[in-house]
């Protein structure tokens, strides 16, 4: 799987690396290249997850607003309705960046 950005890969990982919930996929932390991201101060809550940090995807001159997001700490039922734990996983805003199998 990867996330791209115009022709620049910003993550890659194996399908089986991957974590897929309610249709985005979540990277592993390790799979996002190293200087893509950057915090945002956007704040979110998912009931079942948990809080969210929003981050800014840069890919050379490109800044795409709340491009990603991950969870930096998970409730403890979110881990078996996704299947497994995903703290730190990075998912992509598929209206943002373009997600390849």
């Known amino acids: 799987m ?5 022709e620049t890969v910003v993550a890659e990982a194996a399908d089986d690396a991957v974590v897929r919930i309610e249709g985005n996929v979540y990277f592993p932390p ?3 290249v190293a200087g893509t991201l950057r915090d945002s101060p956007t704040p979110y809550t998912c009931p079942w997850k948990g809080k ?5 995807v ?5 800044v795409l607003s709340d491009g990603a997001w991950s969870y930096p700490g998970i409730k403890e039922s979110a ?5 497994r734990d ?3 996983y990075v998912a ?10």
Do not use: C, K, P
Not at 79 to 83: P, Q
Not at 92 to 101: A, G, K, L, P, Y
């Open 2 to 6: 990867r996330a791209v950005v115009g």
């Open 86 to 88: 995903f703290i730190g």
């Open 92 to 101: 992509f805003d598929r209206r943002q960046v373009r997600i390849e199998s």
């Open 79 to 83: 881990a078996a309705r996704g299947g």
């Open 30 to 32: 390790d799979s996002v």
């Open 52 to 56: 969210a940090q929003y981050h800014d």
């Open 58 to 62: 840069l890919a050379g001159e490109t």
